[in-house]
């Protein structure tokens, strides 16, 4: 039983290149999120998918965009990275917005 | 402004000894609640949920949590502390309505000691 599963796990880019976390869940889950995590701040949400088919931004949305490919798969992709977007990434999934997040283990991502 | 809040950002306790982690959140009606544990360099795990109903929940782990309307709190507690209960600690709210994400607190690291 898979769960959520991200790729890649860990990954260096440099300043102004870009890249997609892949993430998909085997849950039959209607919801698919992406937080970051940084010291001290707890995990705040990037972006979030209800349903298939629509995309709404959460707190920290800035230097993100995302897709919801299926019902399954729910990828992040930074445009530009910068140094500020070095953090752990974290995917999750729900059966509805309302219901608890099973979470993914994480893809630590550095920025020089 | 809706927010949660865990007031401690690090407690150290004994092992053995009680634990209460502190949860206060500010929502206009009650959310749906809940706590999850972090252990170094891993994902999270559901400790246990509150929708509606006794106010008192068990979860995994021999974790309890207490939801109190009247002072917007959902403390977790735990009678004696294991060694390996050393992790970060978050609790996280959801409004009771459809359309809207799980929102975390800041986190407490838990350290225990011997």
């Known amino acids: 039983n898979a769960g959520v599963t991200q790729t890649p796990k860990f990954q260096v880019l440099k300043t102004g290149q870009s890249m997609t976390l892949q993430c998909a869940q085997d849950m039959n889950h209607n919801s698919m999120y992406w937080y970051r995590q940084d010291p001290g701040m707890g995990l705040r949400l990037i972006y979030y998918s209800a349903s298939e088919g629509t995309t709404d931004k959460g707190e920290v949305p800035n230097g993100y965009n995302v897709s919801r490919l299926n019902k399954r798969e729910f990828s992040l992709r930074l445009e530009s990275a910068a140094p500020s977007q070095t953090s752990v990434y974290f995917c999750?999934?729900?059966?509805?917005?309302?219901?608890?997040?099973?979470f993914g283990q994480g893809t630590r991502l550095t920025v020089v | 402004a809706q927010s949660v809040t865990q007031p401690d950002i690090h407690i150290t306790v004994s092992e053995g000894a009680s634990l209460e982690l502190r949860c206060n959140y500010s929502?206009?009606?009650?959310?749906?609640l809940f706590w999850y544990v972090q252990s170094p360099g891993q994902g999270l795990q559901l400790l246990l949920k509150y929708f509606s109903g006794d106010t008192l929940v068990q979860g995994i782990k021999g974790f309890e949590a207490e939801f109190k309307r009247s002072q917007s709190s959902f403390n977790l507690r735990k009678p004696s502390v294991h060694w390996s209960d050393a992790a970060e600690y978050f609790c996280a709210v959801v409004p009771n309505q459809a359309g809207t994400a799980l929102i975390f607190g800041k986190g407490t690291t838990l350290s225990v000691s011997s």
């Open positions: 929502y206009g009606a009650t959310p749906y």
């Open positions: 999750a999934s729900s059966l509805t917005t309302n219901t608890e997040a099973f």
